[in-house]
């Protein structure tokens, strides 16, 4: 998409895809060097069939130099 357009500079991303995230960053490969930021929503525990979880997605994204800069938790997880 951003080469296509001639896009350049430093990006952010806004991701909340239902828990693929992991894909959309595995998509995104080429063009984290120019992201500044990511924001990412991603859950604690598993909603969705063969979901990566937030642990699964800060190790990934520690690999990739970036950093957690703050994290919430959403009161609608299911517990148990």
Same mark, same amino acid.
């Given at each position: 998409? #951003?080469? $296509?357009?001639?896009?350049? %500079?430093?990006?952010?991303?806004?991701?909340?895809?239902? %828990? *693929?995230?992991? $894909?959309?960053?595995? %998509?995104? $490969?080429? !063009?984290?060097?120019?992201?500044?930021?990511?924001?990412?929503?991603?859950?604690?525990?598993? #909603?969705?069939?063969?979901?990566?979880?937030?642990?699964?997605?800060? @190790?990934?994204?520690?690999? @990739? !130099?970036?950093?957690? #800069? *703050?994290?919430?938790?959403?009161? !609608?997880?299911?517990? %148990?």
């Amino acid at each position: 998409f #951003l080469e $296509e357009r001639s896009i350049e %500079g430093s990006y952010a991303m806004w991701i909340d895809v239902e %828990g *693929c995230t992991k $894909e959309v960053l595995d %998509g995104a $490969e080429k !063009n984290l060097a120019s992201t500044a930021i990511i924001h990412a929503e991603v859950e604690a525990g598993e #909603l969705w069939k063969n979901q990566t979880t937030v642990s699964e997605i800060q @190790k990934m994204m520690e690999a @990739k !130099n970036f950093s957690v #800069l *703050c994290m919430t938790m959403n009161s !609608n997880i299911k517990q %148990g």
